[in-house]
């Protein structure tokens, strides 16, 4: 039987799923259905298909659970520039779902314990403000689908709190595995924020990155070494917005380390901390999760990991 699967969390979030023409027939597929691997993350609903005789193969791509809470915004209230947000993280988590799946989706009744006061980001997709707000406090998002044996399945999201493996798990040319290793050093270390506003009235202010990744509002690169970039946002009128918008921003295009690797028997979550070591060029990383594909082909699973983050 001839399947193959790709399902991507943390990146573009969506999958795609080809199976034969002969199989399509009797797989009783179609826009709207589920697919998952129970207790996971693993899963989403179909949205695309698209028919190949050439190759004699059916595609069908779909959004993640991830990727659907990233086709929602999260917007402030009428009269506000920012929704705030104060309370359990599980019973926060629920109050910014609402009712957007419906059914599909349920958040956990489980009490954390912990509280947080939070500033969303204006018009924020839920998956990054929810992700950004657990962060700041050590915690992560956990997304499974349950299985019912009585009616259908659905997906419980909830809050977590983020495991750091990087003292006792190191992946290196020791673990004998497959991976990438890459450091980026020319990124941009100087970044100039440009709000509302023209000319000289124009509302504008400079963010630096210094050698351990820091970014204030002191010059640290200087001639040959500085590399500048304009970040142009002409709708914000706030200096304190402007330049919370602009450090997001700039993480994108400063200095960079990136490990990926391809890992069979240790399971990873997105947000979960590792370290990578390459011996040959000296790269150590030591990041959170923030990318992890599963892959089957004709029933070989494999899931490949990508930790990455500033220097």
Known sequence: MERNLDLDIGDTNDFQFEVSLMEWNHSGLDYGYRLF???????????????STKRGRVIVRGDTW???????????????SHLTVSGELNSVISGILGNSFGDLFSVSQQDTGITVDYQFDRYTTMLDGLARMLSQVGYRLSIKYIECNDGPGYVEIGAVEAVDYSESLEF??????????????????HLICAGEGEEESRLVLHLYADADGNIGETQYYTGLDERTALYSYTSINDAEELKKDGIERFKKLMNYKKFEMSVDDVELEVGDTVS?????????????????????TDDRETIDYTIEGDD
């Open 276 to 296: 990578g070591r390459d011996y040959i060029t000296g790269i150590y990383v030591k990041k959170p999760v923030v990318g992890k594909i599963l892959k089957i």
């Open 37 to 51: 691997v129970p207790g996971t993350e693993y899963g989403g609903v179909i949205g695309d298909i698209e028919t």
């Open 172 to 189: 290196s040319q020791d673990y004998h595995i497959n991976f990438t290793a890459r450091e980026c050093r020319n990124g941009i270390n």
């Open 66 to 80: 991830r990727g659907m809470m990233g086709k929602k915004i999260v917007e402030p209230p009428k009269g506000s």
